[in-house]
């Protein structure tokens, strides 16, 4: 068992600010894994308390004070097994054909978040002990895809698996060493497939060096410099945008998602400021594979009271008034800014990109 991160390629990058959790604890399932108990292993070096549970039932000490419950769960780790309604996947366009999980939930604290729409109860960061199950189970899927595999321009792409839905996988990857096994997997499964994660973390010295057979693509999630304030807990840009360049360096396709895309004042020099540092990255690297994903901030009325309970002082711009009312596929309602907004905005960061970074593919704009 490899108990910390190597550095492989010898690089000059800052060493990455590592999450350590104030608490963990794994599941009575989670300790017959020997991922699991790795896990706990690793955890325990870097000095987390670890606790073993004599259940699978995962539960936090009770408070009636909101803000230390938040405190509380985001700082806790859970390793757990995924059972088998979570090792089955869904689709998820724009982006994958399918998704998988090898975590759920976040330790860091963006104002933004997408995850405040899509996982219910306490904050706590779980991920799966199960990992050679959940990536056993998904040869199933392949050539089955119904997003990038149906669309024109991707499917020479594979079938496409997100890892990065519910969780940030790289975030904990000195504790899990789960992504690394998943780029294991891919780099050794002769067929056309993909695995993808976006990120907002800059330690990806487990990553370097691994046999990922070019079926990898790491996109690094960053923003317009003024917004990065909005995203405790997660790494420094320049260090994300350098952990992207080894990356590319190290033959993985790479990918820029620019999220949540916001009209701040100075919106168009602000990103298109952000754009001119990937390129000055990105300079020069052979092989460069490099695509973009567009994507304008967003919200629901229940992503809204999550956010605005977890951060009461947030000055985030979530102002009904100033947006347009849309219907989800599933019939519930979400605020994005209105059409002609829109429009300048996809126009001008489309023509941004091709003018500053023209060997990027844009994926797509939402
Ligand atoms: S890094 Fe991503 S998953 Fe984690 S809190 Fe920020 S937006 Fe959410």
Same mark, same amino acid.
């Given at each position: 068992?490899?108990? +910390?991160?190597?550095?492989?390629?010898? $690089?000059?990058?800052?060493a990455?600010?590592?999450?350590?959790?104030?608490?963990?604890?794994?599941t009575r399932s989670?300790?017959t894994?020997?991922?699991?108990?790795?896990?706990?292993a690793? &955890?325990?070096?870097?000095? #987390?308390?670890?606790?073993?549970?004599?259940?699978?039932?995962?539960?936090?000490?009770?408070?009636?004070?909101?803000r230390?419950a938040y405190k509380t769960a985001?700082?806790?780790?859970?390793?757990?097994?995924?059972?088998p309604?979570?090792r089955? +996947?869904q689709?998820?366009?724009?982006?994958?054909?399918w998704?998988f999980?090898?975590?759920?939930?976040?330790?860091?604290?963006?104002q933004?978040?997408?995850?405040?729409? #899509?996982l &219910?109860?306490?904050?706590i960061t779980?991920v !799966?002990a199960?990992?050679?199950?959940i990536l056993?189970?998904?040869?199933?899927?392949?050539?089955?895809?119904?997003?990038?595999?149906?669309?024109e321009a991707?499917a020479q792409?594979?079938?496409?698996?997100?890892?990065?839905?519910?969780?940030?996988?790289?975030?904990?990857?000195?504790?899990t @060493?789960?992504? #690394?096994? &998943?780029v294991?997997?891919?780099?050794?499964?002769e067929?056309p497939?993909?695995?993808?994660?976006?990120?907002?973390?800059?330690?990806?010295?487990?990553?370097?060096?691994?046999?990922?057979?070019?079926?990898?693509r790491?996109?690094?999630?960053?923003?317009?410099a003024?917004?990065?304030?909005?995203?405790? @807990?997660t #790494?420094?840009l &320049?260090?994300?945008?350098?952990?992207?360049?080894r990356?590319?360096?190290?033959?993985?396709?790479v990918? *820029?998602?620019v999220?949540?895309?916001?009209?701040?004042?100075?919106?168009?020099e602000?990103?298109?400021?952000l754009?001119?540092?990937?390129a000055?990255?990105?300079? $020069?690297?052979?092989d460069?594979?490099l695509?973009?994903?567009?994507?304008?901030?967003?919200?629901t009325?229940?992503?809204?009271?999550?956010l605005q309970?977890w951060?009461?002082?947030?000055?985030l711009?979530?102002d009904e008034?100033?947006?347009?009312?849309?219907l989800t596929?599933?019939?519930?309602?979400?605020f994005? !800014?209105?059409?002609? *907004?829109m429009?300048e905005?996809?126009?001008? *960061?489309?023509?941004?990109?091709?003018?500053?970074?023209?060997s990027?593919? +844009?994926?797509?704009w939402?």
């Amino acid at each position: 068992m490899d108990l +910390l991160p190597k550095h492989s390629d010898g $690089g000059l990058a800052r060493a990455p600010k590592l999450w350590r959790p104030r608490r963990v604890v794994i599941t009575r399932s989670a300790l017959t894994w020997a991922h699991g108990r790795e896990i706990a292993a690793r &955890a325990a070096l870097l000095g #987390s308390e670890v606790l073993e549970l004599a259940t699978d039932r995962v539960t936090l000490p009770k408070s009636s004070d909101e803000r230390a419950a938040y405190k509380t769960a985001k700082s806790t780790l859970a390793i757990v097994v995924a059972p088998p309604g979570k090792r089955r +996947l869904q689709p998820i366009p724009p982006s994958a054909d399918w998704r998988f999980d090898l975590a759920e939930g976040c330790h860091a604290h963006c104002q933004y978040c997408y995850l405040a729409g #899509s996982l &219910a109860g306490a904050p706590i960061t779980r991920v !799966y002990a199960n990992v050679e199950e959940i990536l056993a189970g998904l040869a199933d899927y392949v050539g089955q895809g119904s997003v990038t595999s149906a669309s024109e321009a991707r499917a020479q792409e594979g079938t496409t698996f997100e890892a990065s839905c519910y969780a940030d996988p790289l975030g904990v990857e000195h504790l899990t @060493g789960s992504l #690394s096994e &998943a780029v294991r997997f891919f780099g050794a499964w002769e067929a056309p497939v993909q695995l993808r994660f976006t990120t907002k973390f800059d330690g990806v010295e487990p990553l370097l060096g691994l046999a990922h057979g070019r079926r990898v693509r790491v996109r690094m999630s960053v923003n317009a410099a003024p917004l990065i304030r909005f995203e405790g @807990g997660t #790494s420094a840009l &320049a260090d994300r945008l350098t952990a992207l360049g080894r990356l590319a360096r190290d033959g993985y396709r790479v990918g *820029l998602t620019v999220a949540p895309i916001q009209p701040i004042d100075g919106w168009r020099e602000a990103y298109h400021a952000l754009f001119a540092q990937v390129a000055t990255e990105l300079q $020069g690297i052979a092989d460069l594979d490099l695509t973009a994903e567009l994507i304008t901030h967003r919200f629901t009325p229940k992503s809204k009271a999550v956010l605005q309970g977890w951060y009461p002082g947030t000055v985030l711009d979530l102002d009904e008034q100033r947006r347009s009312r849309k219907l989800t596929k599933f019939g519930s309602t979400k605020f994005v !800014y209105p059409a002609p *907004l829109m429009r300048e905005m996809r126009d001008t *960061l489309s023509a941004m990109l091709d003018q500053q970074l023209p060997s990027a593919r +844009l994926l797509y704009w939402t």
